[in-house]
Each structure stands twice: as structure tokens, then as C-alpha cells.
């Protein structure tokens, strides 16, 4: 089966720098790696996606990269702000099978 | 438009109690997906449904675990004999064709039930 990895597992970021999370997949049928957002106490919320016929996607100060030989994906968030401040999880799909596996999640506070 | 929604928020019961877990998708949603989520962790696939069909229960933890969705809407995650080791977050999920898929990619979670065996 596929294993996702995640890290940094906590991130603490000034208001305004960039975070950057990493994730890496065993698996090299993936095709679809989600992110979502978790607030405290919240649902996970898909923030942004990408599917492996792309190498970057951009969605305002949000921005995932996909390097499919690597077998590595990593969302980047500019111009950090406290409300960014979560926990994100990438995970990893095979997009007909549709069974998401996900990293053990990142913990973001943004300091104002 | 509703969410997925779930029922009930908080589950509270005895050691080898049986509980009920209801998911509700979002609707018009073919594909349908339970996950449990220990705090501080991602979520872990259980199983999942497209219309009635449960196309993948690889993910539930023994023989005591097991879902439904008779109509290929509403579904409910049963388990039997709860043990302690069962307490966690129980999520549900659901997702709708795009781009030509057959089924579903993007999943939109629902609140959870939060399990606690005593």
C-alpha cells in the first residue's frame, strides 16, 4: 500500500515569512495529492490539489509543487498570516481507487 | 448547499456496547468514505462506497467493524462490542465525479463523531 510522509510535524513561522511543507509517497501510481486545513476542533477543508499531470499549481498565497521522479510534494504558503496558523495534511490517492492515505499532519503557528 | 453532515457529535458508551455511526453526504454524492482520525494524527481510511456498493473495506480494523449504505445515500458505520482501543474521532467523507472521472476525487468531510468506550 502507500505510506505518505510529512514534515516538519510543527512549524512556527513569523506573520508575513513563507511556510513550506513537505510530504513524500511510496506509492508510483498516485495521481491525486490534496492538502487540507484543520482548524482546531474543526473538519480537514481542502485548501488546494494536484493532479500528477501538473507540476505546480498556484491558488493566491497558496502554491503546491509536484515532482513525480522524487515522489514529492510540498505546499508553500506565502505572506504568512495568523489565521494560517493549523494543522495541514497532504494525502496521496490513486484517483480511481479514490482511497486517500494521509500524512501524519503539520502543525502551523503563525506568530503576529 | 449542506455539508456532510453526521450523527451523533458525541458518542459516549460502555465497553462491549454496539454503536451506530450516521453519515449523511453531501447530495447527489456518488462516492462515500469513513475514516477514523486519532488526535493529533491524519485521517485513517476505513472504507468506502460508490452508490451502495462497498468497494473497498480494507481499512476496517477487525470483524467487528462493518458499514451499510442500503440506498446509496445515507450510511452507518457499526461497531460491535466496543473496546476502549475503539475511542477516536470517526469522520465521513463524500465526493462527486469531475472531470470525466467515473468517481469521485476531491472528498469534503464531514464534523465527525467522537467516540468515547468507557
Known amino acids: 500500500g502507500e505510506n505518505v510522509e510529512q514534515h516538519p510535524s510543527t512549524l512556527s513561522v513569523q506573520e508575513g515569512d513563507s511556510a513550506v511543507i513537505k510530504c513524500t509517497y511510496s506509492d508510483s501510481a498516485s495521481n491525486y495529492f490534496p492538502w487540507y486545513k484543520q482548524e482546531l476542533g474543526k473538519r480537514p477543508q481542502l485548501i488546494i490539489d494536484i493532479r500528477s499531470n501538473v507540476g505546480e499549481k498556484k491558488d493566491q498565497r497558496i502554491a503546491v509543487t509536484l515532482n513525480k521522479t522524487a515522489k514529492h510534494f510540498s505546499l508553500h504558503i506565502t505572506e504568512t498570516q495568523p489565521e494560517d496558523s493549523a494543522v495541514y495534511f497532504c494525502?496521496?490517492?490513486?484517483?480511481?481507487?479514490?482511497?486517500?492515505?494521509f500524512g501524519s499532519g503539520t502543525k502551523l503557528n503563525v506568530k503576529p | 448547499g449542506a455539508g456532510v453532515s453526521q450523527s451523533p457529535r458525541y458518542k459516549v458508551t460502555k465497553r462491549g456496547q454496539d454503536v451506530a455511526l450516521r453519515c449523511d453526504p453531501i447530495s447527489g454524492h456518488v462516492s462515500l468514505y469513513w475514516y477514523r482520525q486519532a488526535l493529533g494524527q491524519g485521517p485513517e481510511f476505513l472504507t468506502y462506497f460508490n452508490y451502495e456498493a462497498q468497494q473497498d473495506k480494507s481499512g476496517l480494523p477487525n470483524d467487528r467493524f462493518s458499514a451499510e449504505r442500503p440506498e446509496g445515500s445515507i450510511s452507518t458505520l457499526t461497531i460491535q462490542r466496543t473496546e476502549q482501543r475503539d475511542s477516536a474521532m470517526y469522520r465521513c467523507?463524500?465526493?462527486?465525479?469531475?472531470?470525466?472521472?467515473?468517481?469521485?476525487?476531491?472528498?469534503?468531510f464531514g464534523p465527525g463523531t467522537r467516540l468515547t468506550v468507557l
Open positions: 494525502a496521496a490517492s490513486k484517483e480511481n481507487f479514490n482511497k486517500f492515505y
Open positions: 467523507a463524500s465526493s462527486s465525479p469531475s472531470g470525466g472521472a467515473r468517481f469521485g476525487d476531491t472528498q469534503y
